[in-house]
């Protein structure tokens, strides 16, 4: 999960007291890195748009499904009709991820590099 936020400080905050999430010590130039005590991890990242939340065209939470082959799903992603918004890049030694779009839905695909 990807979470876009204006102010990580205060989302950590929001985030730890409602739902009881933990997050890793912030480091600079990366995301607030969180776990939600089931298999569901994300991170916090700044959000670099102007406008209102409402009116900036860009949702807050990204959903990532996990895959095999970063680059086999988002061929999947281009045959079918949907459009790649953010090519495959590596996260960390950690993680490759992606995002697409299909029909207004933005979505996530990540594989893990390590665990």
Same mark, same amino acid.
């Given at each position: 999960?990807?979470?876009? +936020? ?6 950590? +905050?929001?985030?730890? +007291? ?5 997050f890793?010590?912030?480091?600079p130039?990366?995301? *607030?890195?969180?776990?939600t ?15 209102? #939340? ?11 499904? !996990? =895959?095999?082959?970063?680059?086999? $799903? !988002?061929?999947? =992603?281009?045959?079918?009709?949907? *459009? ?5 890049? $590596?996260?960390? #030694? ?11 839905? =933005? ?5 893990? !590099?390590?665990?």
């Amino acid at each position: 999960m990807r979470i876009f +936020a204006r102010d990580l400080d205060r989302s950590q +905050a929001f985030y730890s +007291a409602v739902f009881g999430w933990r997050f890793m010590e912030p480091q600079p130039n990366f995301p *607030r890195i969180f776990f939600t005590g089931g298999e569901v991890m994300g991170g916090l990242h700044l959000h670099d748009h102007a406008g209102s #939340d409402t009116d900036s065209g860009r949702q807050r939470v990204v959903n990532f499904v !996990l =895959v095999d082959d970063v680059d086999e $799903t !988002l061929e999947k =992603v281009r045959r079918n009709g949907g *459009r790649v918004l953010v090519e495959k890049f $590596t996260e960390g #030694d950690h993680t490759e991820l992606a995002e697409f779009e299909f029909e207004g839905v =933005v979505m996530g695909v990540l594989r893990w !590099l390590k665990y």
